[in-house]
T-cell receptor, first 111, second 115 residues
Framework: SQQGEEDPQALSIQEGENATMNCSYK?????LQWYRQNSGRGLVHLIL?????REKHSGRLRVTLDTSKKSSSLLITASRAADTASYFC???????????FGAGTTVTVRA | EAEVAQSPRYKITEKSQAVAFWCDPI?????LYWYRQILGQGPELLVQ????????DSQLPKDRFSAERLKGVDSTLKIQPAELGDSAMYLC?????????????FGEGSRLTVL
């Protein structure tokens, strides 16, 4: 079973626009991670945010975490065609430390 | 840059045949994971090793799947016999720290098609 659920399932934006996707989870966590997957390839780690953090930045990425709502958001600013990919959130439960992935958000950046 | 190596990249087999996937993690990474990813879904953990020991294989269909990491380095995932529903991407990942508290490094995956 998958703990995280991403929303929306798919997103299409124009190059230069911002892309925002959300992740909701069910049980308390130690940390939450975001990964990117280009079509037919492996996953690449983007950013990790710990349960005691509220916001984190990495380049054009901004991640927020609201543990009271059990949700996180990933913002990609000034999107590029190379950002076209699927994005997954992954959480590890504070009880079992098992890393569970959501079903992902597919982002298409139009040139 | 160090990478997780997987082979083969693609495998087509007929149902009831045996298949095997190999993974070589990043040197020094004690934790190794095998995930299965069905098209359109997120990865699902099949088995997790800490060195040569299995930490979690609760989602591994043990009647047909087996995994080993004999020397605590590279690993093999086997399916015998393969079924149509096994068609998926099999992803190997490794991490420096255990207990899923850190970044996972993924290989490019092995795409299995069962006919």
């Amino acid at each position: 079973s998958q703990q995280g659920e991403e929303d929306p399932q798919a997103l299409s934006i124009q190059e230069g626009e911002n892309a925002t996707m959300n992740c909701s989870y069910k049980t308390s966590i130690n940390n939450l991670q975001w990964y990117r997957q280009n079509s037919g390839r492996g996953l690449v780690h983007l950013i990790l945010i710990r349960s005691n953090e509220r916001e984190k930045h990495s380049g054009r990425l901004r991640v927020t975490l609201d543990t009271s709502k059990k949700s996180s958001s990933l913002l990609i600013t000034a999107s590029r065609a190379a950002d076209t990919a699927s994005y997954f959130c992954a959480t590890d439960g504070s009880n079992d430390y098992k890393l569970s992935f959501g079903a992902g958000t597919t982002v298409t950046v139009r040139a | 840059e160090a990478e997780v190596a997987q082979s083969p990249r693609y495998k087509i087999t007929e149902k009831s045949q045996a298949v095997a996937f190999w993974c070589d993690p990043i040197s020094g990474h004690a934790t190794l994971y095998w995930y299965r990813q069905i098209l359109g879904q997120g990865p699902e953990l099949l088995v997790q090793f800490q060195d040569e020991s299995v930490v979690d294989d609760s989602q591994l269909p043990k009647d047909r799947f087996s995994a080993e990491r004999l020397k605590g380095v590279d690993s093999t995932l086997k399916i015998q016999p393969a079924e149509l529903g096994d068609s998926a991407m099999y992803l190997c990942a490794s991490s420096l720290v255990g207990l899923n508290t850190g970044e996972l490094f993924f290989g490019e995956g092995s795409r299995l098609t069962v006919l």
